[in-house]
């Protein structure tokens, strides 16, 4: 594998155009690129941590949330599927899970280093799928690992069923979220993804208003579980129907044998948007 050092953090505003002019020449491929991109010595900066806290709703703490270090991450994401040798244009694929591991707490003061790859290119019935594996390290501990699984549509077998209409189940709490959240969240992660800042750029991707981000819908889901989490655990989230905004959505949780379980549905609607479970370690 290519290592490549990075020494700050990627430009994403600036990325955004390479990657719709770049996705312009890319077709598809066989193969994911064998390159990681590592950055060291990443500490947070209190203020941003601040400014996501209170957009996702997380308390001020001198620890990073479970979802932070994928904020410090999604540059160097970027960064790799905007390479040449990337093979799928990155505007128009679909996140539709993510897994976190937080293998102890990451203090506000910590510097870690930050490995970015992409891996295990598969089928899938709507098209292909891949990971992109994200780790922060503490030396040569590892602390945190995320696994963010995307789709690329097309030639897939199309084999998969409807899946049967479920009950919605009775909600714990009831949130609104405004129509502004994508602007706010796209603010303080630097996702700028069109689909989430406005109707007319959202229509543009066949969608008819701007949507939520999926992980500022994970982070909002752990937001309402702070105090009752361990220091080690994992959350694995699939993401479902897109939250149109703005929304009125229903979260519902319960116990498991090692963890818990949670859903955040369609107020309105037996709709699903997101299903997770967190499991201890």
């Known amino acids: ?33 064998d390159l990681e991109f ?7 900066d209190p203020g ?25 991450a999604f540059g160097m994401q970027m960064a790799l599927m905007a390479e040449p040798s990337f093979p799928f244009p990155l505007l128009g694929m679909v996140h ?40 922060a390290l503490a030396g040569d501990e590892l602390v945190w690992s995320d696994v963010s699984t995307y789709l690329r549509r097309g030639g897939g077998s199309g084999s998969g069923g409807g899946g049967q209409q479920l ?13 502004d959240i994508g602007r706010r969240y796209a603010e303080v992660s630097g996702d700028r993804n069109p689909i989430h800042l406005h109707p007319l ?9 701007a949507i939520a981000h999926g992980m500022w819908t994970k982070a909002r889901a752990l937001a ?15 993401f479902k129907l897109p939250v149109l905004l703005p929304a009125k959505v229903a979260f519902t949780s319960w116990r498991t044998d090692d963890g818990n379980a949670f859903e955040v549905w369609n107020a309105r609607k037996p709709k699903p948007h997101l299903s997770g479970t967190i499991t201890n370690l």
């Open 96 to 135: 539709v899970a993510n897994r976190i591991t937080q293998y102890r707490p990451v203090r506000l003061d910590e510097a870690v280093t930050l490995r970015v790859r992409v891996a295990d290119l598969r089928p899938h019935e709507k098209g292909r799928q891949f990971d992109v594996i994200s780790e």
């Open 48 to 72: 941003e941590l601040a400014a996501y806290n209170q957009v996702c709703g997380f308390r001020l703490s001198d620890e990073l949330p479970i979802t932070y270090p994928h904020i410090q």
């Open 201 to 209: 750029t959202a229509k543009a991707f066949g969608f008819p208003s």
């Open 1 to 33: 594998m290519t290592v490549k050092e990075l020494h700050s953090a990627p430009n994403v505003a600036a990325l955004y155009p390479k990657v719709v002019l770049g996705g312009l020449r890319k077709s598809g491929g066989d193969r994911l690129p």
């Open 167 to 179: 009950a919605a189940p009775t909600p714990g709490a009831i949130w609104r979220v405004p129509g």
């Open 38 to 44: 590592v950055r060291t010595g990443v500490v947070a």
């Open 224 to 238: 309402a579980f702070e105090g009752r989490l361990p220091d080690a655990y994992s959350v694995d989230v699939k």
